[in-house]
């Protein structure tokens, strides 16, 4: 039996095209490839997305949907730190979206409406206009920084079965014995893993800011 396929959308093709990149990488998002993902020649595609760079920007635009700006809010701090939290979600969802977003000449509308919202957020919440300008960049900073490195230290379980022979060749008890202890608490279980690094962060940043802000 004849099966049908769904028909083409631009939605439906950049959803495919997010769903490949997830799995295999920015490098692996060909329109040859994307056009057998959906059931389709490449050629068909091109009635829907101009090319390959339209396709990352739409899928870009699909990864900041995901993503919550700064409410309006009493509490600026509040606010600040929800939406925080939901672009590290989102970038660690599609890890290779980080190093995209923050790339020249991929700002998209969705990201300059967060910078503004976040801006607001730190202007209207009554930081002046020189203390906002350091306090947007410690946190962009800490945001895509961190989802950047999270993104760079992702393994295979082989990859980790290969670290660790490494690891107890090289960093020895001897030479290093706080790297090793700190080398060891990667591969143990324990608390240590309970704690989330990010929002621990973000929290000690947001502490600062709030003394910044009760100082102005």
Request: glycine content about 6%; proline content about 3%; cysteine-free.
């Amino acid at each position: 039996m004849a099966t049908t396929r769904l028909p083409l959308t631009r939605d439906r093709i950049l959803r495919a095209a997010l769903e490949l990149v997830d799995e295999q990488g920015l490098e692996a998002l060909t329109m040859r490839r994307l056009g057998q993902r959906l059931g389709f020649e490449a050629m068909s595609l091109y009635n829907y997305v101009a090319n390959k760079e339209d396709v990352i920007d739409g899928m870009l635009d699909l990864v900041l949907a995901e993503t919550e700006l700064p409410r309006t809010a009493d509490d600026w701090a509040i606010a600040v730190r929800e939406s925080a939290i939901s672009v590290h979600a989102a970038l660690q969802r599609h890890r290779w979206a980080g190093g995209q977003l923050i790339a020249y000449g991929r700002v998209r509308p969705a990201r300059l409406q967060y910078m503004e919202s976040l801006l607001r957020q730190l202007r209207e919440g009554g930081l002046p206009a020189e203390a906002a300008y350091v306090a947007y960049h410690i946190l962009d900073a800490h945001i895509f920084g961190f989802s950047l490195w999270e993104a760079s230290h992702t393994f295979s379980e082989e990859d980790v079965a290969e670290m660790s022979e490494v690891f107890e060749e090289v960093i020895t008890p001897e030479q290093f014995p706080y790297l090793r202890e700190h080398g060891q608490q990667h591969f143990d279980e324990g608390p240590h893993h309970d704690a989330n690094a990010y929002e621990l962060g973000l929290d000690l940043i947001i502490d600062g800011l709030k003394k910044m802000h009760d100082g102005a």
